[in-house]
Each structure stands twice: as C-alpha cells, then as structure tokens.
C-alpha cells in the first residue's frame, strides 16, 4: 500500500543537530509532492515524478539475501567438516602417511584463504562487485558441485583400483590433494562475500544479531556435515556405497554432492539477481530528518577494531586448540575409535542449537554486551572441565565432550556478536573499510586455527605424566577464554560502535503552558533510563497558534530534538503521529514512545517504565482513573476489545504507548482514514497490533492528569467508534479472555486518585445535540433492542443492560457504518450519563465493578449468540 503525502507541506527545525548554513526552518515538501512512499517496502524502486530513480533497499529482499548466505555458508560447513570424517581412511586406502588425512583438510583451508584473498581484492578494484549476490553464489555453488563430483570421481577410481585412474598412483594422490584445495576456493569468496554483503544490507542496529546468526549456521554446518556424512556411510543401498566396504568411501563426497545440487536448485529460485545497501535516508524523506552518525576519534577505532580482530583470532585458537585436544585426549588415554571421535566432537556443535534458542528467547532482557559477557563466562566454565582432576569424576572422556559442548557454541556465538559490532563500526568510521575488516578477521581466524593443532599437540606432549599434558593443554586454553573476555572488557565493551535510536514523539496543539517542562522532564527520563540509547524528542505540532513549536525548540535538553508540523491547523494528533512514525522510520529507530503533551503528571519514571517494555511490539498503559473519567473507554471501548479480541486491555485508547519499528511500519502499511489523523489514532494503533498478532504488554502507571476531555467529547467519540467498527469489521468474538503481561509501576509513594465532579447533564444535553443533528439518519436505522424515543425521554434510564444489547447490535449488524456510529455515539451520551449518574456516590473500585459487570455481559451475549447460530 502507497502512502501518498498529496498536500501535506512539512517543515523541520533540530537544535542540536546543523542541518542548513542558515539555521532557519526548510521547506521540504510543497503543494503535490512527486514521490510517494512504500510503507510495506515491497517494490524495488521508487518512482520520482516520471524519472525513475535507482533500484533502493529492500527489507524483503535483504532478508531473501541473508537467508541465501546462511544457507550457503552452512553447506560450505558441511563440505568441510565431512570429508574429515573419512580423510583417514582415504590415506590408508591410497598407502600414504596419516598426515594425508590433515593435508585434506588443511588443503580445503587454504583454497578458501585464496578464495578469500581473491574477493577481497575483486572487492576492493569493484566496491559495488557484491551486490550481483546472485551471479557470484551460483558460481561459487557449481565450483563446489564440482569438486564435489570430482572427489566423488577420483574416490570412485582409487577404490576400484586403479582401473581407469588417469596416471600413477602419486597422479591420483595429487589430484585428490588438488581437488580439495580448488573445493575450498567457492568457501572463501562466499565466505568474505557474507561478510560484506550482509553488513551493507543491514540496518546497522540489527548487525550484532545478524552476524551472530551466521556464525550459528556455520556452526551447525561443522556439526551436521559428519552426523549427515556418517549416516551415509554406514546407510544400506546407498547407490555409490556396495557392500565392499572401502567402496563406502564414495559415500561422504556423494552425499555432499546431493546436497550441492539441491542448494544450487534453491539459490537458482530464490535468490535475488541483485541488491542494495541500506540507507536510512531510502523511506521517501518524508520528514527530512537524517541523524549524523555518531564517529569515534581515529585511536578509539583503531582500538575497537583490533581488538575485535584479536578477539577472531581467540575464537579461531581456542575452538581448534580442543577440537584437536580432545580428539588426541580421547583417542590416547580412553582408547576411543577415530569415528567415535570425529561424530562425537563435530556433534558438540549442535549444542548451538539450545544455546541460540535460549539466546532467543531472552536476547532483549540484556544488552549485546552483556550477552557477549555471558557467553565468555560459559566458554571459560565449559573450559574448566578439561583438567584432569574433573575428567575422572566420570570415566570413559564423557567430560570432555561436555567440555567441548559448552565452549564451542558459547565461543562461536558470543564472538558473532563482537564481529557484529565490529562490522557496524566499520561501517560507520574510516579507519578500515568493511571490506578490509572482514577480511583481517577471516585471516586472523584462519592464522589462529593452523597454529592452535600443533601447539594443542605440543602441550599434550609436554612432561612423563600424561595427565600433566592434559592439564598444561587446559591452562592454555583457559588462558585463550580468560584472555578472550579480558580482551572485550578492554578495547570493546566501551566503545559504543551506534548506539540504538529510541524516538520519544510528542504530538501538540497549543501546548504553550505545558510543552517546556514536559519536554524537560521526558529529557531527564530518558537520560536515567535509556543510556544505551541514542534518544531523539520529536514534537510534531498540529500549527498551534500559542507558540508551542518554538517553546520546544527553544527548550534546553541533553537529547537531541527534532520539530515537525503537520500541513494544516488542528490536523489531529493522527496526523501528528504519522510524522513521528515516518521519522522514525526515517532514522532507523529500533523503538518509540508516544506521549500526550497535555500531562500534567508526568515524571521521568514514566519514561523507567516504557523502557522496561521493549521487548514488545506495542506497550498499552494502564492506568488508575477516576471513577466519572474514561467514558468512551468504559463504555464502548474496554468492552468491544475484550469481546473481539479475547485480551483484557483496560486502556486502549491511553493516549502514551510505546511501540517497535516493526509496529510503526504496520501503522505506516495500513490505510489512513481521515478519523484516524484525528481522534481515531489510539484505536487504531491497538486494534492494528491485536490484528496482526503482534506481542503487547500493559505498563502500569499513576492517576494521568490532563488538560478536560469533556469539552472534545462530540467530536472524539464518533471518530474513535468509527474507527473502531471499522477495525473490528471481519472480526469474530473470543469466548476466553486472556491477561496481558504487565509491568508493575515501581514506586513506594501511594497512588491517589484527585476528586473530580462530572454534572450528567452534561452527557445528556451532548445525546440531545447529536440526535437532532442526525435525527432522520438514527430513526431511518433504528435498532429494535431499544426504543431510541423512550430513552431520549427519559434520559437517565439506559442502563447497562440495554446498552449491551445495542453494543452487541452495532458489532454485528449489516448497517450502514455511519448510521450505526451516529445511533451509537448518541446512545453512548445517554448511557454515560445513567453511568455517572450510578457511580456519583460510590467508590472507584466499587464504579470499576460495574464496568467489568458490563464487559462481561457483552462477552456472555456474545457467547450466547454464537451457541445459538452454531
């Protein structure tokens, strides 16, 4: 869906921002604009006037792209890791030395430090080389079809004896040995490609996430390539695998050869021809609004980035040191076969698998740091337990399969993130390009695992106890973890590559009284709560005429401000708010926070409790209110939610929500009625979240002070009733009604409700001018579950009964939509004035109950409806 911005004149003004040489507001858009914004970003251009401009980013396509990598580098994985199983016997077969069996792995190594090289300089002569995704994975893909096929058919003839091999025996070794070495080449270059294409494609917040995901399919390609090979191996009827036992050789390069064809297949289909860097700039400069990224001084670069290629090179050393180690460990003292040992270490692995799902399931509870933290210590205990004195608490090297199982996962994942954040730094500072950087890591990493057998076999060697080795080869490499986190403390943690873009938008109409402390004290919340985030205050102001967008940009604060307006007079605090989204959007804000500028309660722990909901799509509040406050709530909205949506939301139409990205492009996506940019947007903001499935969390907070509703009643409550039916069109009743996690407002002071008074007459006189504005349009329609003339002349008597039956007619009926919201907002006038009449001289909690009563008649006509038409 197209988000036309026809008529809609923007103007900006940033105080802590330069953004023109004279400092004065611009004008960026005027009369017709020529360009229109993609909300789902599902096309791969934008159409400016009749040019078309070049192909832009793509959020569907990056992610078609980065799944296309992973896949890759997972199969890559695998063909690596699975020819080791069988290497050995390969050796044995062809009468060469045991170290054969280490040239064919090292040999696959080095083609992909060539392949690597390679790219990297074909990168550096085209910078733009990686964005024909497509043409290079498929190259690469049928270079390993190939050497897979040709080591199947090499293997095929030294099993056979010879018969047809071309040459001497030593012309078969060599070609073997060649074979291997040119099958690692497509690893490399995709392996650098990955680096590259991935961190141009991605926002920069989503790095650490990404990058850590690579290296997790990596990772379980090390682990399946043996289990998947092995299973080959010793399968029954396998077609290059006849019961001649050296004959299942075959097998392990057949198989992978499977594999490559059906990777081929799927790159063909589902790989994008081409794509493009991501720029926070590509979402249609609806606002104008770009934020400088944040540069760190040449030393601190230069700090951050080598110690993040050190800490590549730790990974790389400690992960081969133990794959080596244990291997040797277990074959020496315990007496294990070379296959047990090779299924068994390469499945240590798959313990990524829980690992990420519990990364997961609690990645938004802590900060990338503090997960790269945790893994550390995981690695340096999992380490702990290869010292001898722990391995003969259970006999037979279980121990140190364990061992390997918790530090292999924890150090591979944990140094995902650091390449991460190191491949987000590097695209925002100078010092090495990412091309560069991900080129030194690759290296380091390759460098470090060559060095760590032969020094993992010499400390293994070391002293007459065997037992000594063993505990010399676990000092060292509880060093290499020690020093792997001591490492991250020192030149990483401290450095913040970008920190997370949090948006605070705050939509005013003549807020001259209350802007300036409302924007200070949101200023000081924000400073408390979210020090990891970079925070931008948005005032997105309806043309108020008392001055209320030059008070906030006068208004002194730590965070930096952001002013928008909305093309015409009074256009609705909806209008507002989609300015505050697409800006958000526009800066790559990871989350939002939308506050009305009214509050008179506001203090900064408002601002501690939406930073405890980020990890949620949409946070609703939930409020304590006055008994005779929340009308259109109570009556129409708490209770149509609960009944369509099955989820207890006291506060619908709050007013203060928090929000992710991802919820704003949802908002974004939709269509704008002209209800929606007014009063309509809390509602529509919820209901779209509930539609769409999205996770929500109620806040807690204290009693909101405000500027009166009453006065905006008449026009307030048909907008968010239309809006409401509306959104609710096509929806079907939940029989259950859940609660929603909530987050409990943190304070010791007691919360007090301050007493109003609320005259009904007020309720009844706004029914009796709704009715005669739209008397022949609400009597044409009428509902038979009420007699409309009778309530009208005895205005305090619709009470809760009725008015549930005429609730459930509007969300079920077939009536004209206008019709039903004029006859419903009329009769909602009369019902909340029966209803302040009722609770004038109860308690709040006593009033609460019988708004819950109401909710849950709704619910029981509702479920008595359905059982009747089922």
Not at 9 to 18: D, I, W
Not at 387 to 392: A, G, I, K, P, Q
Not at 781 to 810: M, R
Request: net charge neutral; proline share 5%; with cysteine.
């Amino acid at each position: 869906l197209h988000w036309p911005f026809t008529h809609l004149n923007l103007y900006y003004r940033v105080t802590t921002m330069q953004w023109s040489s004279d400092g004065q507001s611009q004008k960026l858009l005027t009369g017709t604009p020529s360009t229109e914004y993609n909300a789902c970003q599902t096309s791969d251009s934008l159409e400016t006037g009749s040019t078309k401009s070049e192909p832009l980013w793509s959020a569907g396509t990056a992610e078609r792209a980065r799944q296309c990598l992973f896949l890759v580098q997972f199969m890559q994985q695998m063909a690596f890791a699975g020819i080791i199983v069988d290497s050995y016997q390969v050796g044995r077969l062809l009468d060469v030395s045991p170290a054969f069996s280490g040239l064919l792995v090292g040999l696959f190594m080095t083609g992909g430090a060539v392949g690597t090289s390679a790219m990297t300089l074909a990168l550096h002569v085209r910078p733009e080389a990686w964005k024909e995704l497509r043409g290079i994975l498929l190259t690469c893909q049928s270079m390993d079809l190939t050497g897979a096929l040709l080591y199947t058919t090499l293997i095929h003839w030294a099993v056979h004896g010879g018969s047809g091999a071309p040459g001497a025996p030593g012309m078969g070794i060599w070609s073997i040995a060649l074979v291997r070495f040119l099958w690692g080449l497509g690893s490399g270059v995709t392996g650098q490609l990955a680096g590259v294409a991935i961190t141009k494609i991605t926002p920069p917040g989503e790095l650490p996430e990404q990058m850590q995901c690579l290296q997790f399919w990596q990772t379980l390609g090390l682990g399946m390539g043996p289990l998947i090979v092995g299973l080959a191996i010793f399968a029954d009827g396998l077609p290059l695998a006849p019961s001649v036992q050296p004959a299942k050789l075959c097998a392990a390069p057949a198989t992978l050869a499977i594999l490559q064809i059906l990777v081929l297949l799927t790159l063909f289909q589902h790989c994008p021809a081409s794509i493009q860097a991501w720029q926070s700039s590509q979402i249609g400069q609806v606002s104008g609004v770009t934020l400088k990224p944040e540069k760190q001084p040449a030393g601190v670069q230069v700090l951050f980035l080598c110690s993040c290629f050190l800490l590549c090179a730790l990974r790389g050393y400690a992960v081969a040191g133990a794959e080596v180690g244990t291997a040797l460990l277990l074959e020496t003292p315990y007496g294990w076969n070379r296959h047990s040992i090779g299924f068994l270490v390469s499945g240590t692995f798959l313990a990524s698998i829980p690992l990420r799902w519990t990364y997961l399931r609690l990645r938004d509870r802590f900060s990338v740091a503090t997960w790269i933290r945790i893994l550390s210590l995981v690695a340096i205990g999992g380490t702990t337990l290869v010292f001898s004195r722990v391995t003969h608490a259970i006999p037979g090297g279980v121990i140190l399969v364990l061992a390997d199982a918790v530090m292999f996962p924890a150090l591979y994942l944990g140094e995902g993130l650091t390449r991460g954040l190191m491949m987000q730094f590097a695209k925002e500072n100078v010092i090495f390009s990412v091309n560069l950087s991900s080129f030194l890591a690759i290296l380091l990493n390759n460098v470090a695992r060559t060095i760590a057998p032969w020094l993992s076999r010499l400390n293994l060697s070391a002293g007459d106890d065997p037992f000594e080795g063993q505990n010399l080869f676990a000092a060292c490499q509880l060093t290499c973890c020690i020093f792997f986190l001591g490492v991250f403390e020192v030149g990483v943690r401290h450095v913040t590559p970008a920190r997370p873009v949090l948006v605070i938008g705050l939509p005013s109409l003549n807020e001259a009284d209350n802007i300036e402390a409302l924007t200070k004290v949101v200023d000081e919340g924000c400073q408390r709560y979210f020090p990891q985030h970079r925070c931008l205050l948005v005032n997105a102001d309806c043309q108020s005429s008392d001055g209320t967008a030059a008070i906030f940009a006068q208004t002194q604060t730590r965070c930096e401000k952001v002013s928008l307006r909305t093309s015409l007079p009074a256009e609705g605090k909806g209008a507002a708010l989609k300015l505050v989204f697409s800006c958000m959007l526009e800066v790559n804000a990871v989350h939002g926070i939308c506050l009305d500028t009214d509050l008179k309660t506001m203090t900064p722990e408002w601002i501690r409790a939406f930073s405890l909901a980020l990890q949620y799509d949409f946070a609703v509040p939930r409020y304590l209110r006055h008994r005779c406050d929340g009308f259109i709530t109570n009556m129409v909205v708490y209770p149509s939610v609960c009944a369509v949506f099955g989820y207890d939301i006291r506060q619908a139409i709050g007013g203060d929500f928090g929000f992710s990205r991802r919820a704003a492009e949802a908002f974004l996506a939709q269509p704008w009625p002209a209800k929606v940019e007014k009063y309509g947007i809390d509602i529509f903001m919820t209901t779209t979240v509930l539609k769409r499935g999205y996770s929500m969390v109620e806040v807690e907070l204290p009693p909101k002070i405000h500027s009166p509703s009453l006065p905006k009643l008449k026009d307030m409550l048909p907008e968010v009733v239309g809006i409401l039916l509306t959104q609710l069109d096509c929806e079907s009743f939940h029989m259950d009604l859940r609660q929603l996690p909530r987050i409990p407002w943190q304070s010791d002071k007691p919360m007090t409700i301050p007493e109003v008074k609320v005259d009904p007459a007020i309720f009844v006189n706004l029914a009796e001018l709704c009715f005669k504005e739209h008397e022949q349009c609400i009597l044409a329609h009428a509902p038979a579950v009420l007699d409309l003339p009778a309530a009208f002349a005895s205005p305090l008597t619709l009470d809760a009964a009725a008015w549930v039956q005429l609730l459930h007619w509007a969300l079920t009926t077939d009536t004209e939509r206008e019709a039903v919201v004029r006859i419903l907002s009329c009769c909602c006038f009369l019902r909340s004035a029966r209803h302040c009449a009722d609770v004038q001289e109860r308690t709040n909690e006593e009033a609460e109950r019988l708004v819950l009563t109401q909710r849950d008649a709704l619910r029981h006509l509702a479920m008595k409806s359905w059982s009747c038409a089922g």
